[in-house]
């Protein structure tokens, strides 16, 4: 059983940065694909970013351009920063893991293992 474990959320104003961070139990290189998604209250759980084992990234197109995902293997860590935050970022923020192979990166179903999230809260 993978155990995720995130940090790094907190309360911030509009145009901040946040780094969060994802510690793995298990070897970061195993895994085909990690990903961050995140869920708003009422809304359902949402992609953000997914890296795969080769290093290709993705990211939805609402954090294009000011989030970038990462990968530290020789941690066991997975980051997320999160430049130029917006109130419209506010959410839970849970790293997922896969063994998967084939998979879009971009669903839920894709991954086997999360975290238990940390709150980003931004203000306007």
């Known amino acids: 059983q993978v155990q995720l474990v995130e940090s790094g959320g907190g309360l911030v104003q509009a145009g901040a940065s946040l780094r969060l961070s994802c510690a793995a139990s298990?070897?970061?290189?195993?895994?085909?694909?990690m990903g961050w998604f995140r869920q708003a209250p009422g809304k359902e759980r949402e992609f953000v970013a997914g890296i795969r084992r080769s290093g290709s990234t993705y990211y939805a197109d609402s954090v294009k351009g000011r989030f970038t995902i990462s990968r530290d293997n020789a941690k066991n860590t997975l980051y997320l920063q999160m430049n130029s935050l917006k109130p419209e970022d506010t959410a839970v923020y849970y790293c997922?893991?896969?063994?998967?192979?084939?998979?879009?990166?971009?669903?839920?179903?894709?991954?086997?293992?999360w975290g238990q999230g940390t709150q980003v809260t931004v203000s306007s």
């Open positions: 997922a893991t896969s063994y998967k192979v084939g998979i879009s990166v971009v669903l839920p179903n894709d991954y086997s293992s």
């Open positions: 298990t070897r970061t290189f195993s895994f085909t694909a």
